[in-house]
C-alpha cells in the first residue's frame, strides 16, 4: 500500500523540479506597444454667406481641427449666427452688409450640428472623426 505514496511523492518532487527549471530560463518579452504619433491638428477656414439661408448648407471639418468661421451678411438686415452644440464658442451678430469672424475648436464629433440664423436652423456642420480618446481602441 505504501507503493502508491513513492511513485505520487516521486512524481511531485520531479514535477516540482521540472517547473523550478523552467522557471529560470530566459523569457521573451512580449511586444511593447507601439506609440501613437499625435494626429497633426488641422486648421480649416469655413464661408458661410447670409441673406436669411446659409451656403453652403452642409459642411464638414475633422475633429480636433482649429476652424475659422467668415460670415459675410449679404441681407438686408443684422444676423446672428450661432451653432448648436458650441453656442459657448460660436455666436456672431453681423450687421447688414458686413462680414463677422470666429475661431473655435472641433472636438465635438458628429454630424448633426445645427447652423443657427436668428435662432432658426439654416444648415448643418459635421465633424468628422472618432468618439475615441486618440490612441484607445
Known sequence: MKRPYVWLFAGILVLGVALGTLSKLPRRDAPRPTPVEPVPKAEVSLQLVSDGALLPERSAVPKGSDVTLTVVNRGASART??????????HLAVPPGESGSVTFRADHPGDDFAWLVDGVPAG????????LVEGHQ
Open 81 to 90: 449666427i450661432a451653432l448648436s452644440g458650441y453656442e459657448e464658442h460660436v
Open 124 to 131: 448643418r456642420l459635421a465633424v468628422t472623426g472618432s468618439h
